[in-house]
């Protein structure tokens, strides 16, 4: 995580300097718009911040919006964000750049991760992105057929996995596409199961436990992973096998997660 926001915060003062927003009697203007509530993610920008001297209500303004899971109202909030003038707009995950990019083409966005930014449209190509876009990615759409290879290697028997998938997220798709290619060649099926908000959990699991799935892959999405506790808790009571994409999943008592390296660049230009 703390690379993430070493990126993003690099990314905020390169900007800010650029548009000489630090200039004296000025105070620097940021939008962060998050589809999800994120106390982790919010703490590490503002600590990020103070590092490198700006802190919030000194010398940067921070205006905060989140969807609070509810997609459906981050194009709302990013025209709330553009309206107020920001000097740059961090946004977070994929569906939330979208709302910030269709908000905006002259505002600077940062996306402090994105699994895959060419694919979703949000950049022409990694090293030249074109546009108002910069910031990283995991390109965790090419990664997910090997979680799944490593879920299968743990669980040989497995021969249906339930997929746990936010279908709101627009990098659901290109992930649920490489899981799918990668259980073709497993001879592993995989039954989607969709969750919007958490007040569809317990739906969504007891469908899972008719389904006698033989594992569980949760697929990454800034929702699902707010309600990560109680995914787990769900999972734990269901006995079953299950991979994540991000260690916090571990720390609130998941089994397994793939290791994230450092985020790839996307450079502006």
């Keep these: 995580m703390r690379g993430i926001w070493l990126v993003v915060v690099l990314s905020v003062v390169a900007i800010l300097l650029a548009a000489d927003a630090q200039q004296a009697g000025n105070v620097a203007r940021v939008g962060v718009l998050f589809g999800s ?14 590092d490198v001297g700006l802190v919030e209500g000194r010398n940067v303004l921070i205006e905060w919006r989140s969807a609070d899971g509810r997609y459906e109202r981050l194009p709302g909030l990013a025209y709330e964000l553009v309206q107020l003038g920001v000097d740059v707009l961090i946004a977070h995950p994929t569906v939330a750049v979208q709302a910030a990019r269709r908000a905006t083409t002259t505002i600077p966005i940062v996306m402090p991760a994105s699994a895959d930014p060419v694919g979703a ?44 998938v936010n279908p709101d997220n627009p990098a659901t798709a290109l992930q649920f596409a490489q899981a799918r290619a990668a259980g073709a ?28 799935a033989d594992a569980l892959f949760v697929i990454d999405d800034p929702m699902l992973g707010s309600k990560r506790v109680d995914i787990v808790k769900q999972v734990a009571t269901a006995r079953l096998p299950a991979m994540y994409g991000w260690r916090d999943w571990v720390d609130a008592g998941g089994l397994m997660v793939t290791a994230q390296k450092w985020p790839s660049t996307v450079s502006r230009g």
């Design 37 to 50: 509530p994120a106390s982790s993610w919010i703490e590490a920008l503002r600590q990020g911040l103070r």
């Design 185 to 212: 060649a497993l001879g592993v099926r995989l039954r989607l199961i969709e969750i919007r908000a958490e007040t569809q959990l317990d739906a969504a699991f007891a469908a899972l436990l008719r389904d006698r």
């Design 121 to 164: 449209g949000l950049v022409e190509s990694l090293a030249r992105p074109g546009g108002n876009i910069t910031g990283s990615t995991f390109i965790s759409s090419e990664i997910t057929g090997k979680r799944l290879e490593l879920l299968k290697e743990m669980v040989p028997h497995a021969r249906l996995v339930a997929v746990v």
